[in-house]
């Protein structure tokens, strides 16, 4: 982690805290970084040096609109326009791990291959924070690669629980045989 993508990231933390957005802003830069990583083509458009700023700014207030607060519009733009939208991902990342850590919480990392409901993200948080012994803060990711089932990571612990991990299993002990 750069002290770059650090330093946006406290900086954003501070004012979502200061204006009373912290969990709007963090939920809507996580659903934006979700749409970063996987859409190639929202990636080359928003990273593409050759791509004037103005034209960037408009792909952004397009996809957001009205569905985005004013502040993580107006980050999100900043980012943009300082030529940094490859590090957004990881920006979002260090600014939940830095919200979470200000209520002495740790980002549970739940990646799946389709959306989760909140119910659902919530059972899955309780049953994580029993096991942990640690009170826990959801990020959810959508990563298609898992396939099936969840990969969950609290700190340095994972927790596999992916249908290639099961593939994977069974390959290792069928060729045991």
């Not at 946006?8 to 204006?19: D, H, M, P, S, V």
């Not at 609109?65 to 980012?79: K, P």
């Not at 939940?96 to 002495?104: D, I, L, Y």
């Amino acid at each position: 982690m750069t002290d770059r993508v650090k330093g946006y990231a406290t900086g954003l933390f501070e004012i979502a805290r200061a204006e009373g957005q912290l969990d709007r802003v963090q939920s809507e830069l996580l659903q934006v970084a979700g749409a970063f990583r996987s859409s190639d083509e929202l990636r080359d458009a928003l990273s593409n040096p050759q791509l004037p700023s103005d034209r960037k700014k408009a792909i952004v207030d397009g996809l957001l609109e009205s569905r985005a607060s004013d502040l993580t519009v107006a980050f999100i733009n900043f980012v943009v326009g300082m030529g940094r939208a490859s590090s957004l991902p990881d920006i979002v990342d260090e600014m939940v791990e830095t919200a979470a850590a200000s209520v002495n919480r740790e980002v549970a990392e739940i990646r799946t291959a389709v959306d989760l409901d909140a119910a659902t993200v919530e059972r899955l948080v309780t049953a994580l924070a029993r096991k942990t012994g640690k009170q826990l803060e959801p990020k959810v990711i959508v990563d298609p690669s898992v396939i099936g089932g969840i990969v969950v990571r609290v700190g340095d612990t994972v927790i596999d629980g992916s249908v290639q991990k099961r593939l994977s299993g069974l390959r290792e002990a069928l060729k045991a045989r």
